[in-house]
């Protein structure tokens, strides 16, 4: 069963715009990572942030974590073409070891 | 280093079949991951290896079993498949017990007919 929900489903944007997409859960967590994943190909690592981090930069992405109101959300500014692809949440459930449950996804269009 | 690597990439089988897919984690990895994603269900785990023992298992038939070396290579079995079995397996690899990153493979594309 997934964790919990990733909103939009679907974003469509221009080239050069910033991307929000929200990921929200269920349990206690130890982390959360994210992940983008192209044309049903492997998943690529994004970032993780701990449970006693409130936000974390890479980059063009910044993601914040409020574990009070169990949510996350992946910022990817001034984006491009390449960036067009699906984004996972996933979180690293307390005392289940490196077992990882993942959100439905966000599919991100950008436009040039 | 180089990064985790699944072999077969594509697969085709038919009902009733039994397949092995292989994962060779990141050097140094000592934590192997499974699992598996399809368009209904999403991404689900499968189970989670470290040091040769299975630690996590999630809800999937005992059709579905794993092993993993002592050099930390992970096989993954699949015995009497059904067509719902078709879908993407991903391996991911981490280098320590809980709270690290986890790498991905490019993934085994299974086919059932």
């Known amino acids: 069963s997934q964790q919990g929900e990733e909103d939009p489903q679907a974003l469509s944007i221009q080239e050069g715009e910033n991307a929000t997409m929200n990921c929200s859960y269920k349990t206690s967590i130890n982390n959360l990572q994210w992940y983008r994943q192209n044309s049903g190909r492997g998943l690529v690592h994004l970032i993780l942030i701990r449970s006693n981090e409130r936000e974390k930069h890479s980059g063009r992405l910044r993601v914040t974590l409020d574990t009070s109101k169990k949510s996350s959300s992946l910022l990817i500014t001034a984006s491009r073409a390449a960036d067009t692809a699906s984004y996972f949440c996933?979180?690293?459930?307390?005392?289940?070891?490196?077992?990882?449950?993942f959100g439905a996804g966000t599919i991100l269009r950008v436009k040039s | 280093k180089a990064g985790v690597t699944q072999t077969p990439r594509y697969l085709i089988k038919t009902r009733g079949q039994q397949v092995t897919l292989s994962c060779s984690p990141i050097?140094?990895?000592?934590?192997v991951s499974w699992y598996q994603q399809t368009p209904g269900q999403g991404l689900q785990f499968l189970f989670e290896?470290?040091?040769?023992?299975?630690?996590n298992k999630g809800n999937f038939p005992g059709r579905f079993s794993g092993r993993q070396f002592s050099n930390s290579r992970s096989e993954m079995n699949v015995s009497t498949l059904e067509l719902g079995d078709s879908a993407l397996y991903l391996c991911?690899?981490?280098?320590?017990?809980?709270?690290?990153?986890?790498?991905f493979g490019p993934g085994t594309r299974l086919t059932v007919l």
């Open positions: 991911a690899s981490s280098s320590i017990g809980e709270g690290g990153e986890q790498f």
């Open positions: 996933a979180t690293e459930e307390v005392e289940y070891g490196n077992k990882l449950v």
């Open positions: 050097s140094g990895h000592r934590s």
């Open positions: 290896y470290f040091s040769e023992t299975q630690r």
